[in-house]
Structure formats: C-alpha cells, structure tokens
C-alpha cells in the first residue's frame, strides 16, 4: 500500500465535526527533541506529509520553545486551506522534559493563544487543546476559557490531552470536545480502562500521540546514537535496565510483523486502527519523524487490516512491558486513576 493512499481515503470523523485525515503528522519532531534538525530539512519533511496527503498536523507552544509552530507557519503561508491545524497550551514554556509545571487559568491560555497564532501566522487553529490537566484549576474552569476563544474565532475545536475518564465527562459538559490526545500504542495501553470508554460515550475522537513508542516500536531506535538533548531518557522505559528487558518483546513485535508482511511501525499503525474498530470509536494516530521515507512508511499503514489472530498476540504484549511510560504517573491519566491519587479539584458552585 502506498503513501498516496491517504489521498482517496475518506477523511475521519473525529468529534464535534472536526474531519481529518485518517492519519495525522506530529510536529515535535520539527525540532530536535529525537535528534538534530534544520528548519530547512523540517520544513521539507512536514511538505512532504501533506504533499502524500497528510492533512491534520499536530504540534504546541512548548514544542522547541515554538520552534515547531514557526516551521510549521512557513507551510501555512501557502497552504493553510489545506489542513487542519492543532496545538496546544498548558504546559509553561521554559525548562526540559520532565521539569515543567502546568497552568489552565484563563489568562495564561488567551496569553498562550495569541503568541501562538503569531508564530503559526494565522487567525485561527483547527483544535486547541490543553496539553495537561492543571491539578489547581477546575477543568470546568479550563474549558470555560476554551469555550471563550471558540467564541471569538481564534479556536474552532477543543481537545484535551491526558484527561481522566472522570475529567474527559466534565469537560464535555462545559463544551463539546473534538478530541483526547494521550499516549496509546501496543506498549501503552491503560487509556483503554476508563478513557477510551469516557470517549466513545461522548462521541470524542482518539489521537494517539507516540503510538510508535518514540520510535522503539519501529525497531530503528539506538540507544547509542542519542545526542545531548535527547528528550528519551528522561522516560523510564528508555533506561538501560529497561531497554533490556523489553527487548524481547520488541523482537516478537519484529517477528508478526515480517509475518504480515508490513513493517513494525506499520504493524503498530494497524493494531492501532483495529482497536478502534473493535473499541467503538475514531482513531487518528499523529506518529512524528524527521524524514521524508519514514512518513510514506508510516502512510503505508493506512488501510492496512491485521488478522484477528495477530491483533490477539499484540493484545497480549502490554501487560508484559517493564517501567512506566511517563517520568511522572500524575502527568498522565493513568497516574491519577489509580485509587488515592490527587485528584483535579471540583468546582465550589
């Protein structure tokens, strides 16, 4: 299958009628968190996505300290119409992976807004989402001030990334949600114990971000070629220990995927498409790179149907994964689902 398959695949009903390719490009990547790039060689790779048909690109304010969105504005300056733009606000910019705090108060999401469609050089984004739930503001509180901006014109859609079951409902009871954003792949599975569910119920799309497990999962990683700014070890499970251990279970990723004759990076797109076929609920995937081959690689995925027999293998593999996926359980829904976590605060009225 290939890269232009995207071009005749029918685009993806997401929620609130937010319709967008059925897989999209994640732009960190732009930047050099999984190792250096130019602003020349990102923009050729971003152009290239939406040359194959990528049309949902996917990006933040703190990703590169806007750097991504800066590149991503010299896309838009001929062809905003054809895509559908995401960002996101909440985590402060500032500091490095895993040093970072978290605000949802209004004045620092119309603040972050605006700085954004100045970097993007636009008027408006697509969906907008908040990167992190803010433990000290109510979410209802949050999505108020979203709510605001959708008013104005600046926001046409509101996503949440990394919500709670419990936090994805009463969101959506303030103003409809387009979409969640949280990691899920063959390796990170426990939004499936209440998220998923929450977003099926209230007729929100899934965007996985890292569903190639921050290229592990595509069997190209090396340990060895990380540079200095390398944001991957700052995450449990690219510790030596645990790279070890996990080892196994990559080759048996390797192994089904020669099996079905597709790469394990398609084979991680695919499970990923069928567990939302099976779980009830649209199911975008944004895998980022660097380079122009892997996204057709990853383009090749679209369309691709596994057998229910290797869907059951690959169910089986995350149960057996060593470390967490996050540097902080909190950061990240699974933490604060866990019984006597902290909790976002009610709202007192």
């Known amino acids: 299958m290939s890269a232009t398959d995207t071009r005749t695949s ?11 390719s059925p897989q999209g ?28 048909g990528v049309t949902f690109i996917d990006t933040a304010n703190v990703y590169g300290e806007g750097r991504s969105e800066r590149i991503i504005s010299r896309l838009l300056a001929t062809r905003r119409d054809e895509v559908q733009l995401a960002t996101k606000c909440g985590i402060v910019p500032g500091g490095r992976i895993g040093e970072r705090s978290v605000r949802g108060d209004r004045a620092h999401i119309r603040e972050q807004i605006d700085l954004s469609l100045s970097r993007l050089g636009t008027d408006h984004v697509d969906l ?13 509180e949050t999505v108020g001030a979203f709510a605001e901006l959708v008013q104005e014109g600046k926001v046409l859609h509101i996503g949440l990334s990394e919500p709670t079951g419990d936090e994805l409902r009463r969101a959506a009871a303030v103003h409809p949600i387009a979409a969640v954003q949280s990691e899920w792949s063959i390796v990170s599975r426990d939004v499936e114990a209440h998220v998923v569910s929450a977003a099926r119920e209230l007729g929100v799309g899934f965007v996985p971000y890292s569903p190639l497990s921050r290229q592990w999962l595509t069997g190209a990683f090396d340990a060895a070629a990380m540079v200095e700014g390398d944001g991957r070890p700052k995450f449990p499970r690219f510790a030596p220990e645990a790279l070890s251990a996990n080892a196994p279970i990559l080759a048996e990723v390797r192994d089904l995927a020669a099996d079905a004759g597709v790469t394990p990076a398609q084979l991680a797109l695919a ?10 609920l649209p199911v975008v995937p944004i895998p980022g790179t660097r380079f122009a081959d892997r996204v057709d690689e990853n383009l090749g995925a679209v369309g691709v149907r596994l057998d229910p027999e290797v869907v059951a293998r690959l169910d089986s593999i995350a ?10 359980p909190l950061w990240v829904s699974d933490g604060r689902e866990q019984p006597g976590a902290p909790q976002n605060p009610r709202p007192t009225t």
């Not at 999984?34 to 050729?44: E, Q, T």
């Not at 907008?128 to 209802?140: K, L, M």
């Not at 149960?319 to 902080?328: M, Q, Y």
Request: aromatic share 8%; charged share 25%; net charge negative.
């Open 271 to 280: 499970w990923l498409s069928a567990k939302g076929e099976q779980l009830g």
């Open 10 to 20: 029918a685009l993806v009903d997401l929620g609130d009628d937010l319709r967008v």
């Open 319 to 328: 149960d057996r994964v060593t470390a967490h996926r996050s540097f902080d």
């Open 25 to 52: 490009y994640g732009g960190m990547s732009l930047t050099d968190v999984y190792g250096p790039i130019s602003d020349d060689d990102a923009l050729r790779t971003l152009t290239h996505a939406v040359d194959a």
């Open 128 to 140: 907008y989402y908040q990167h992190r739930v803010d433990p000290n503001v109510p979410i209802e």
